[in-house]
């Protein structure tokens, strides 16, 4: 049974990968326009933020709240360079998935691949709804008092429900007030659909590499019960070293994809967790702030996805690169002829050292520097709240 890779389960990555222009595939010179296009809008709006420095006095709370909004365009940016600089990677990883799934043969390996495949393609689902309603939020709050009066009779005071961005357009901003929020939208929107395509197109090929180790596991499985119902028969010594083989191969895959992501991601990922703990504290000190409270805490959600989703997908490699090891121990290796137990050794003495996702050498993704990570930006956001504070 053939399985087409892109088709069944990175479908609505592709739809909206196409939509922000970061597909892999066919990409032409209107393409390319579109991610210049793309870019000129995320770094206009960076730039409207900082110009308030040269014509607003700066103080440190003037500081912080213009560095809320910034911040989160930071991450827009560098999500979206990433991914397209990497745009090549990203297409030979959706081909190796692809080459991988063609070699299987067996049908329980086929039922591991897809089991996998769909998880991601789930994941995909939910989370897309969870940024649509978020990005919903944040865009439609500053004209949901105007809609109120419209439709009802409930006078709502305006001041409560506008976003206060710190920008300068050095024109009449209650003029092209509308103008100005069409900015807004405009960055918000693209910024959290070229996120959520990216983000969870990673997340769908780490779910993949973990389907490729319980494939490994299973193979392992697999040569194990040939061993053991086929201790004294030396005529199968063929088919046991080739079942080993191939448990080996396919894992060894599952690691160089690995390598391959960390590899061609270090920099810009990197750099990405420093932002998101810095976007972080400073909207949780913005949600302290009686105006638009709402809005901070939206925005909060971004760097707070972002840091559990990567670190539970870099756990999820730990864990099913550990669980093929750990089955090789459970398993019944005193019963296999003397020369399979040899070659189990080798593989208990691989399975001492676990495989992380580090990038830079520094960043290992474990549910573990999730926590260190929110922690420590739980730890600045409680600093600048006690400056804020203090006389």
């Not at 090789?328 to 019963?335: A, E, F, G, I, T």
Request: with cysteine; net charge positive; charged share 15%.
């Amino acid at each position: 049974m053939t399985i087409c890779v892109v088709d069944q389960h990175f479908s609505l990555n592709k739809m909206l990968l196409r939509a922000v222009a970061l597909w892999p595939y066919r990409r032409t010179k209107l393409i390319d326009f579109h991610v210049f296009l793309i870019l000129v809008i995320f770094i206009s709006f960076i730039l409207v933020q900082l110009t308030t420095f040269l014509t607003t006095e700066c103080t440190p709370e003037m500081i912080i709240k213009s560095l809320c909004y910034t911040s989160d365009a930071s991450m827009y940016v560098l999500t979206y360079t990433s991914f397209w600089l990497n745009v090549d990677t990203i297409r030979c990883l959706l081909e190796k998935f692809q080459y991988i799934c063609d070699e299987l043969t067996d049908e329980g390996e086929i039922a591991i691949i897809k089991q996998y495949g769909n998880g991601a393609k789930r994941f995909t689902i939910m989370f897309s709804l969870c940024i649509v309603s978020n990005i919903s939020i944040t865009c439609l709050l500053p004209v949901f008092p105007r809609i109120l009066r419209t439709f009802t009779s409930i006078n709502v005071s305006e001041e409560h429900f506008t976003v206060h961005v710190m920008r300068e357009y050095f024109i009449d901003q209650e003029k092209y007030y509308y103008c100005i929020l069409l900015h807004f939208d405009v960055t918000i929107f693209i910024g959290g659909i070229g996120c959520m395509a990216t983000g969870t197109l990673l997340f769908g090929c780490i779910k993949y590499i973990c389907g490729i180790f319980r494939i490994a596991s299973y193979r392992i499985d697999q040569a194990m019960q040939t061993a053991t119902l086929h201790h004294a028969v030396l005529s199968n010594n063929f088919i046991l070293y080739k079942k080993i083989v191939r448990a080996i191969d396919i894992h060894r895959k599952a690691v160089k994809l690995c390598d391959i992501m960390t590899s061609n991601f270090v920099g810009t990922f990197f750099v990405m967790m420093i932002v998101c703990i810095i976007s972080l504290s400073l909207n949780l000190y913005g949600s302290t702030s009686t105006q638009c409270a709402v809005a901070y805490v939206s925005l909060t959600a971004t760097p707070l996805v972002y840091i559990f989703s990567v670190n539970y997908a870099g756990q999820k490699i730990t864990d099913h690169h550990n669980y093929i090891f750990i089955n090789v121990y459970n398993c019944k290796w005193y019963r296999t002829p003397l020369y399979i137990q040899r070659i189990i050794l080798f593989l208990l003495r691989r399975g001492t050292n676990n495989n992380y996702l580090v990038f830079g050498g520094l960043a290992v993704l474990s549910l573990e520097r999730a926590a260190t990570m929110i922690s420590t930006s739980i730890s600045y956001f409680t600093v600048l709240y006690s400056t804020q504070q203090s006389p």
